[in-house]
């Protein structure tokens, strides 16, 4: 067989080839169910909804439909799997499922955001937006299973594997940073709402064409099997059995559906939590997600250090439990707890929140693709048993459905829920102003509280720990002598010592130089955006300033961004002035936050301050 990854570059490149489906599905599940139904939002108005205050589907109905989705999603992973593990053409096996289902897969995803109803008509979007799901999520998951599947083949050994999934890790890492912490910002700063937003965003789809030309199988290079694809025939009913009886890989998948059950609603409802739980903007949201995404890359070092020494369960255990205390910061930051005006203590706890989180995030992308890819990897050495596929389809299937109950469905029905401090009881409404009505306080939004938005923390605490004491059964680590060891058990008949005298040459972990670049792109890749945007409102306010030479000083030239800032204080607070708006900008702050952070762009506490009076001139305007 023809190596595929051959050089470095091409592993880097190979492991970029998902993100932009995955960057638009993380984009969907950030959004696009608040988008459509904007109630946990609090009658706050936010460009993160399709229109503020406006519901465009059954709130009583879209639940099931969506969580019956992304169930259906689930279980075609099995067939799909099969289809792409035996698949026998002239161009290959995994190319073909993507190269058919690539362009369904882009039209789905559109019309899922179009509810061609309007406003009047929530029963019709229902119908609509729920069949386009079914045919994104199909065409979605034949392309992501062909693709991962082929990564037990287009590697070579565990080295390239772990760095495939790292990289993997990393461009995962940046999609949620993206989706978390520069869309907010976005969205806000060029007021465009979220469905004009995805739409802009859909030619990244385009990425998941690369491995067509990368994976080397078929007629002109030799099937993956080497021998032929006869031997590795595999009927779906014994590929089935193998899976589900390998209790290797049903122990990971415990502790996975606890984790993927308490993720997904947490990434399901953390805008409603900071908006409307926490009352930021999205400015101020961008600040508390850079603090859980930005030093992911750096927590990924440090997690591949810890696991060297103490392996992959203890290492993820600690994960699953700091991530159940960084959930709780959610509620703990709440106006529910602080009240209306402490942006301080709730900065406080949202940033030590998104440090602690930090730590697990990276692990909870990395082990999906590494556990199966492992395990399927040395079950082929073994056994001869090459269906790679349906273990990422048996991963999948078991997280839509832990997922569809716990984002699709158990969230889209609490967070229609309301309670109030000054009156009993709870309250199911379509609106935080109908809440309030009900509770008798005349529209009154201050006292009305969304207890979705409270719930969450709590029941993704319990899962998380729930999954440290099932990991238990995990085994130490997952190196192919440890895993040949674990089939040995199951098998007593299998030869495992060709697998354990393997001399596989141990390489060295990136160094933490090389983790920090990564997380600078990763985490503060939004405060090059945000910067220039602020430079362009500056413009746009004041009438000064170049915003292209301001921009490419700020962001290449080592502390003169501390110039640049100071240089927007000077304009912003001469127009504020002219305009009778108190600005409160500290020359000191601007330059001491310069000096602590001199990769100037990410220096998000002076721009945050700026922003703060960039939006009360625009208050103004408007």
Not at 141 to 170: D, H, W
Not at 192 to 204: A, E, G, R, S, Y
Not at 365 to 373: D, K, N
Request: net charge neutral; aromatic share 14%.
């Amino acid at each position: 067989m023809v190596q595929s990854l051959d050089k470095k570059w091409k592993e880097f490149l190979f492991s970029f080839s998902g993100f932009g489906p995955n960057f638009l599905m993380v984009l969907m599940g950030a959004y696009y169910t608040d988008a459509l139904n904007p109630v946990a939002f609090e009658g706050h108005s936010t460009y993160q909804a399709i229109a503020s205050g406006v519901c465009f589907i059954t709130p009583a109905l879209f639940p099931i439909l969506f969580a019956l989705g992304n169930v259906f999603d689930g279980i075609i992973d099995i067939p799909f799997a099969h289809i792409t593990d035996t698949l026998s053409t002239k161009w290959g096996r995994r190319r073909p499922a993507i190269a058919v289902c690539f362009i369904p897969m882009v039209i789905g995803f559109v019309l899922s955001w179009i509810p061609i109803g309007g406003a009047d008509n929530p029963l019709l979007n229902t119908i609509w937006v729920s069949v386009w799901n079914l045919v994104f999520f199909a065409a979605y998951t034949m392309c992501l299973i062909a693709y991962y599947g082929s990564l037990s083949t287009v590697c070579t050994n565990e080295p390239q594997r772990l760095r495939v999934s790292g990289y993997k890790s990393f461009f995962d890492t940046i999609s949620y940073c993206l989706v978390y912490a520069l869309v907010p910002l976005l969205l806000d700063s060029l007021q465009i709402h979220v469905d004009k937003f995805v739409f802009i965003c859909t030619p990244l789809m385009l990425t998941m064409i690369i491995p067509l030309f990368m994976i080397k199988e078929g007629e002109k290079y030799g099937y993956p099997e080497d021998a032929g694809l006869k031997a590795e025939k595999i009927s779906i009913t014994e590929s089935l059995r193998l899976t589900f009886q390998n209790k290797i890989f049903l122990n990971w998948t415990f502790v996975n559906c606890c984790t993927f059950f308490g993720l997904q609603m947490f990434l399901s409802a953390m805008n409603g939590m900071i908006i409307g739980g926490m009352g930021f903007n999205g400015a101020e949201m961008a600040i508390i997600n850079t603090c859980a995404f930005a030093p992911v890359p750096v927590m990924l070092y440090l997690f591949n250090k810890l696991k060297a020494k103490r392996g992959v369960r203890f290492t993820y255990q600690s994960c699953l439990l700091l991530f159940a205390v960084a959930i709780m910061s959610f509620f703990f930051a709440s106006t529910f707890v602080c009240g209306e005006n402490n942006k301080a203590i709730q900065y406080v706890i949202g940033c030590l929140g998104g440090v602690c989180g930090s730590w697990a995030i990276g692990a909870f992308f990395m082990m999906p693709y590494l556990a199966p890819a492992q395990i399927s990897s040395v079950e082929m050495q073994l056994t001869g048993n090459n269906h790679s596929a349906m273990y990422f389809a048996a991963n999948a299937v078991t997280t839509s459905i832990v997922g569809a109950i716990s984002g699709s469905l158990v969230y889209e029905y609490i967070k229609n829920l309301f309670i109030s401090k000054v009156a009993p009881g709870v309250i199911w409404a379509q609106k935080a102003e109908d809440a309030s009505l009900a509770f008798g306080l005349g529209g009154d939004l201050s006292e009305v509280y969304n207890l979705g938005n409270l719930l969450v923390p709590f029941i993704v605490c319990i899962t998380c720990v729930a999954g440290f004491f099932i990991a238990c059964k995990m085994p130490r680590d997952y190196t192919p002598a440890i895993l040949a060891r674990e089939f040995k058990k199951m098998d007593p008949s299998l030869d495992i010592s060709a697998i354990e005298e393997q001399d596989v040459p141990e390489e060295k972990g990136e160094i933490i130089f090389v983790q920090v670049g990564l997380s600078i792109l990763s985490g503060f890749i939004f405060g090059f955006v945000w910067l220039g945007l602020l430079l362009k409102s500056n413009k746009r306010l004041t009438g000064k300033g170049s915003v292209a030479a301001r921009w490419l000083l700020g962001s290449l030239v080592p502390f003169a961004g501390i110039f640049v800032l100071l240089k927007l204080r000077g304009d912003l607070l001469e127009t504020a002035k002219n305009k009778g708006i108190k600005c409160n900008i500290p020359a000191w702050l601007l330059v001491a936050s310069g000096l602590v952070l001199p990769i100037l762009p990410v220096n998000v506490i002076g721009q945050a301050v700026l922003q703060h009076c960039v939006n009360k001139l625009y208050e103004m305007e408007g």
